[in-house]
């Protein structure tokens, strides 16, 4: 006699289900995240070396590929940030002193403190351009 | 084929048998359990109670009330020493099961909530949301998985009991994964297999309700009560048969006939109050009557004409957009999710179209109040039991209870009775395993071309529903009893077209047949013998109760021909025989008024 | 009522035989029929060999989740209607090994169950049962979603990871534990999460979500992961920034 049989989705689990490739491309995006840091931090090693250096590297940045690259990345941030933020409410306690917390509130705070520290950052960016 | 020796067998694992088995182990934690189920335990028909269990706790009750409507409700056909005994262990029991997780609803204080049902004077209706019966079992199960005693055998399906030297010894079961006959092994077997509603075409009951345990015992020679008293609800799904629980008339709901009237206050059963009310709903009044009395209702509003015409027959609405979105959504939930899901119907905005549907069998086992049959080793509890507490109609409420009651009781008799026994060898044991053997060898050898397990089941449940009815008399009843003895011999011509070993349903679909055929019979005899009308049983041609001849139990015993119908005493204590009074006629304290 | 049909494509496997196969059977088409309906009209009058589980029929007992059209579903839950013109295909739950055509092997399952111990732990000496715990219905609500789980295993169906990593105690079982954690009447946390976190699985969990969409009752065994994570995650720390507090 067979042994029962083993239908286990198995490593190709993603390719099954539309969404199941949302899901993948979802953790995909860190792929993109993690490039922008590495080209973030070699921008800063490149304001520590000479102006010439660094100067070059700024274009390389500013290659039309480049952009896109950037573009799609922000694209997926967003979407990664946006998608976290719509499904923290499940990954939270549901009360807080014996109260229910109503799911959009948090999602609404989330979008709020994004805001917030976006608006900061271009606040502090305009002010270190001014000066 | 290898013996497994436990010292207690307990086969069925709802909530009786669940409840059974913890029992063993707080009795004598030495000793060994095996838990016999043909499904696994959390899929057991305990799963679908929904509204609640009834135990006195608040301050505003009392035992003799509780007593009272469990008597008066069963239209004194229960025997009284074992509901006394029933409604007082039924708080402890209650409170044990709260202790054992189960999420009860509650009051802001933090105690347990109760809610009125039907029959009942007073509200004292435990629940947890609508899905009482759910949590329960879960809460059994989960709680047991703790306890290193119980040796589970899930779907492995008991096929025969096997007795010697006057003494039920154990019991062969076919594991349904392998399709291997085992046997089983014990000084004390406690059958907790459920009702077996199954028989009949329209039920609120679940596939697995078969009545397999009353057919073992019944093969064993011991005797089937009071078959004849078969529950129908007031309030299924037209069509799908599937339950409305009655805590949403506990909670308000009102039924209507196809004029819009409240058709309940012209059967007795009190005046109706406006469903604005604060009084409303009155207890053991109008939509909180007993079921016997509201299913008869309905079959008098349809031979009127003032029932709805359906795809499925006729229905009355149960209506309650009354009670608003907010009550609904806490408090009979599920309630909305099956009228939405089943019915396409959303009760917060449409009344849900409803019809009485067989929904519990009173009949049973025939036991004392520990659970024991005359049978020395062998128990029962739970619905395939008969105590008997329900008697001739149960009050909703009472069932799941009598599961923990009464499940509790049988497995500490048992525990207690194995340690004074030795397992009794011999040949004779051998003997019947062999036969059981060839048995369901021959059953599964036939050749293709015989009776379908399917066209028998048809057969039977139409001649169930056709003489064995709401409304029975003479002619049915005889005619039903003919076809069933056909029937029986049909099913021994049913082959099967599943050849393979390994989780043949067809099978065990066959095996079953060959019991539910065997009990219907019981029933019916039964029914045609009892000439009069007493709760769930009415007879059209004896309309009236007869307790001069009557206030007995039917006693039902297998013969190689019709069953042999004997009878039995009530046991009378403190409330002799009186008039079923509801409504306004009824005092305050739902005792008759003189 | 019409006289119209429906094709059903159903997955065959006998292990005493060849691999799988699929096979069609034509059945009518009721409106208000589910897909377990046209299951058992295949067995009672097309083919009897045909084996799947069942019982209630009303979407408690959990025995009938099978993948319709490949998704983990109940099968007495999901109506034909929705999936006309058809063909439909019912096949057994992936992720677990198949005994038998639409049959499943869910003993995995039960161990996982247990694995959590899914009781109320107490540290009373003796159980008095003169008096049942208090809860508040503000208590009772933090865990009431959690304890509405009927082990159907569609979520097990669902998650890549149950695939992938077989220790993974999955869905249902940590929203298990998570019920009897959050509820105020036990006192065996400590005990679960020595479990739970033993095992590597609970942080494969990557929150694809699926087990909650297909969750039948609503219980949200993704949230339950994150918030045990969650917990988890704190606890480590505590420890680790704490080694002098003892653990309770």
Redesign the interface.
Known sequence: MNRPLDRRLGWTWWTLKGSYFRIFLREATSAFILAEIVFFMLLIHKAGQDAESYLAYRDFLWHPLMVVFHLVALAFALWHTITFFLIAPSALPSQVAGRRIPAAFIIGQQFAGLAAVSLLVILWVAWVGAT | MNEIPHDVLIIGAGGAGLRAAMAVVEANPDLSIGLVSK??P????T??AEGGMAAVIKSNDAREHHIYDTISGSDWLADQDAVEIFVDEAP?EL??L????C??????????AVRPFGGMQIERTWYAAD?TG??VL?ALF??S??FSQITRY?EYFATTLLTAYGRCQGCVALEL?TGELHVLRANAVIICTGGFGRVFPFTTN???KTGDGLALAYRAGVALKDMEFVQYHPTGLP??G??ITEASRGEGGILLNNQGRRYLQDYDLGEPLDVHDPRHPQNRAMELGPRDRLSQAFMHEQAAGRTFDG?YGDYVQLDVRHLGEDRINTRIP?VR??AS??AGIDPVAEPIPVRPVVHYTMGGIDTDVHGATPLPGLYAAGECACVSINGANRLGSNSLTELVVFGARAGRHAAAAVARQQLSDGPEIDRQVAAERDRVAELRARPAGGE???VI?DGLTTAMEAGAGIFRDEDSLSACCATLRELEERVARIS???????????LISALEIDGMVDIAQALAHAALDRTESRGSHQRTDYAARDDANYLKHSMAYRTDGDPRIEYKDVVITRWPPAERVYGSTADKDGMPST | MSDTTVQLEVFRYRPDNDGPTFQSYEVPYHDDWVVLDALNYVKNYIDGSLSFRWSCRMGVCGSCGMQVNGEPALTCAVFLRDHMPGPIRVEPLVNFPVERDLVVDSNGFMEKLDHVKPYLVREDETDDLDAEYLQTPIQLDRYKQFSMCINCMLCYAACPVIGRVDEFIGPAALALAQRYNLDSRDQGKQMRQDVIFQNEGIWECTFVGECSEVCPKHVDPAGAIQQAKLEGAYDYYKRLLTPWARRS
């Open positions: 499904v696994y959390m899929r057991s028909h799963v679908s402890r409170i044990q709260e202790h054992w997780g999420p009860w609803s509650r009051e802001d204080s933090g105690h347990v899905k759910f949590h879960h989960q709680t998985l703790q899930d994964r679940g596939s697995i069509g799908t599937i339950l795809e599920f999710e099956l899901n089943y379908r397990v399917a089941r099967l077209d599943d050849s393979s070993p390994v989780y043949n349903t067809e």
